[in-house]
């Protein structure tokens, strides 16, 4: 709680904040992006030998609630507990690109469609927007969703978008097929708190009951790694899987740690992923 970085077995702790350190994200060059309960974004660099903080400024009034660096076009996306999108340049983080008052609640994660150039942006309100980062200006916007969605991640080629439920449930959508999920992920017993892509159909999943699991091809395949508190942030940067719990201390495990082959097992979850069927609706009509 007391808004330091640090690495699990290792003594080097970086005070970055005064309040809770709340997100983080990977950033260029090896850096990572930190939100704090009090609204500040700060960039850090590796705590092994790194400079430390590169640069820490206050951008909102509200608690920070969801990061993304966009590599394509060098910027940083900020949400906050009041609903505001935020897109600031890493580089000189007082040049403020775009603010915009997006949502009626809090914004719960974010996902990058790079190809689309289109950040999509989901909140408490229970809907999921996309946003045009180039005009920044919503293109599409959902209904209100039947699952509250906590968290999302967008696959590297921008075809499939992850979201993670209060109920343990991953939905799958398609893109260009956002009113009813492709498919869904059932395999989790505990609600789902953030996500990672790491290929096409790879991810990192931290579940509320402390465990952060590997999932190959949509499916629970690796070891899953503990924590003392539930991770609410987690990224993979060089092999090196980074989380944030929710006393905003950093844990760090090695990626190969993850990637061993789950046996079958009395206690083991019985598998459930849902086939992709077409669907005719689509929330994303329209969009080039």
Known sequence: MDGCLSVDGSEDRLKVFKKPLRKLCPGPNGTIFCGSANGFVASVDRLDGGEGILWRTKISEDAISALLYLPDIDVLAVGDDKGDVIFLDPHDPANILHRGDYHSD????????????????????????????????????????????????????????????????????????????????????????????????????????????????????????????????IACIDGQVYGVDQDGVAHSWPLSGFTSVVKDSKDAPKEETECDQPRPESFFDGLQ
């Open 106 to 233: 809090y914004v719960a994660d974010f996902a990058y469609n790079g190809p689309k150039k289109t950040l999509v942006s989901a909140s408490g309100d229970g809907s999921i927007l996309a946003i045009d980062v180039k005009r920044h200006r919503v293109v599409a916007r959902s209904e209100d969703l039947e699952d509250e969605i906590v968290c999302m991640a967008m696959s590297p080629d921008g075809a499939r978008l992850y979201c993670g439920t209060l109920t343990g449930v991953i939905n799958i959508f398609n893109w260009g097929y956002f009113g009813v999920p492709s498919g869904r992920i059932k395999s989790f017993r505990a609600e789902i708190n953030c996500l990672a892509v790491l290929g096409s159909r790879d991810l990192l999943v931290a579940t509320s009951d402390h465990h952060v699991h590997y999932s190959r091809n949509e499916r629970k395949t690796g070891t899953s790694q503990k924590a003392d508190q539930p991770i609410e942030s």
